[in-house]
């Protein structure tokens, strides 16, 4: 079955440090990814997303780049700031279905 | 303002309690969804429904309950079969099918049962 695995966490920066938090994706067709962000003792908001291979995602200064060949999309910052911690999700779906799967979260603590 | 509301935001149930928690949406979408959120194991599909008077589930459904009477609301039911209930549960909702449309997601009902 279709599975998101992301980097452990915590990752702990500095704030104005570069930010990349990986993430690859197994599937059996070509779905959609997606990045989700969950600030403390809050939903999940959408933070970008990508619908086929080469695409760029971007947002708030967020980026990820859909690859096929490493069936990857990793996600990346140049400069973060203290309001950025929180948990990241990257998610995959299918253009004709509804549902999401999800990776398991990676947490980002930024310290100023 | 539209959005989602997850009530209580904290409970508390005794051992072999059934427990309801409650999800309401005025974005007038069709389809709502609950998710189980565990440390370190990200979301988990437990029921999803696309229109009123049905729903399927996803993959975690035992020992869980819904109903969809009514668009607006998608209340779920924890179960005492419910082996491990203790979690954070996240409902959401969408309007129409395929990647364009965003899931919207609630801000959550941490359960914790003692």
């Known amino acids: ?112 | 303002d539209g959005g989602i509301t997850q009530s209580p935001k904290y409970l508390f149930r005794k051992e072999g309690q059934n427990v309801t928690l409650s999800c309401e949406q005025n974005l007038n979408h069709d389809a709502m969804y609950w998710y189980r959120q565990d440390p370190g194991q990200g979301l988990r599909l437990i029921y999803y429904s696309q229109i009123v008077n049905d729903f399927q589930k996803g993959d975690i459904a035992e020992g869980y309950s819904v109903s969809r009477e009514k668009k607006e609301s998608f209340p779920l039911t924890v179960t005492s079969a419910q082996k491990n209930p203790t979690a954070f549960y996240l409902c959401a909702s969408k309007t129409g099918q395929g990647v364009l449309y965003e899931q919207f997601f609630g801000p959550g009902t941490r359960l914790t049962v003692l």
Not at chain 1, 60 to 79: I, N, P, W
Request: glycine fraction near 10%.
């Open chain 1, 1 to 112: 079955g279709d599975s998101v695995t992301q980097m452990e966490g915590p990752v702990t920066l500095s704030e104005e440090a570069f930010l990349t938090i990986n993430c690859t994706y197994t599937a059996t067709g070509y779905p959609s990814l997606f990045w989700y962000v969950q600030y403390p003792g809050e939903g999940l908001q959408l933070l970008l997303k990508a619908t086929k291979a080469d695409d760029k995602g971007s947002n708030k200064g967020f980026e990820a780049t859909y690859r096929k060949e490493t069936t990857s999309f990793h996600l990346e910052k140049g400069s973060v700031q203290v309001s950025d911690s929180a948990v990241y999700f990257c998610a995959l779906s299918y253009n004709a279905g509804n549902m999401l799967t999800f990776g398991g979260g990676t947490r980002l603590m930024v310290k100023p």
